[in-house]
């Protein structure tokens, strides 16, 4: 069964503070693992797709990498309106399923 | 429009009720998706189509009916829903769901129904 953990569950920080966001996973052949932001009352919104190990991949503020057994966003230097939920899912080779984390919501203040 | 859109975004029900939730892609993708999102728990798959047909029931309880007309729209009957029902309901589409490489799903804004 597929599974995805992410860490922490809520994350504080000051605008401007780094930090990094954990996504550990387990899937039977990855296809891809995919990063998401979600606002409140919203839908997610798409950020990234990593296939394979030692894939990295950027956007403004944010970095992705990815392991075989998980994946970091990276947020540098964060502006409040970068205050939002990060969800993390992997799909596996054999369907275009999603299993996803229960997120990490991030706060970032001025 | 562009993107996917989900009608209506607020929905009120009673349990004896019946409504529909209806979902559009305006993307050209081949594959639909419902999803349902309760507080502290993760994005849970409802139900899949790929080229109109349903190819995956999560033992959803039947009091939800999906039907998917065309490769563009979606929809989600409701019936006799319980209280616990209560969630945002997410539509998603992906370009193919058996092609290789991976396959990104681009999803709605959602509804909020609430089940008195």
């Known amino acids: 069964e597929d599974q995805v953990t992410q860490s922490p569950e809520a994350l504080r920080l000051q605008e401007g503070e780094s930090s990094s966001l954990n996504c550990s996973y387990t899937v039977s052949g990855l296809r891809g693992l995919f990063w998401y932001r979600q606002d409140p009352g919203k839908g997610p919104e798409f950020l990234f797709t990593l296939y394979s190990a030692g894939e990295e991949k950027e956007k403004e503020r944010l970095k992705a990498t990815l392991t075989k057994k998980e994946s970091f966003l990276h947020i540098t230097a964060p502006k409040p309106e970068d205050s939002a939920t990060y969800l993390c899912?992997?799909?596996?080779?054999?369907?275009?399923?999603?299993?996803f984390g229960k997120g990490t919501m991030l706060l970032v203040s001025p | 429009e562009t993107g996917v859109t989900q009608t209506p975004r607020h929905l009120v029900m009673g349990m004896t009720n019946k409504k529909s939730l209806k979902c559009e892609q305006h993307l050209g993708h081949n594959a639909m998706y419902w999803y349902k999102q309760s507080a502290k728990k993760p994005l849970e798959l409802m139900f899949v189509y790929n080229f109109k047909e349903q190819t995956e029931n999560n033992s959803v309880p039947s009091r939800f009916s999906p039907e998917c007309p065309n490769s563009s729209h979606l929809f989600l009957h409701l019936h006799t829903l319980q209280p616990e029902d209560s969630a945002l309901y997410l539509c998603a589409s992906s370009q193919e769901a058996w092609r290789g490489g991976a396959d990104t799903q681009y999803f709605g804004p959602g509804t909020r129904l609430t089940v008195l």
């Open positions: 899912a992997v799909q596996p080779r054999r369907d275009s399923t999603l299993t």
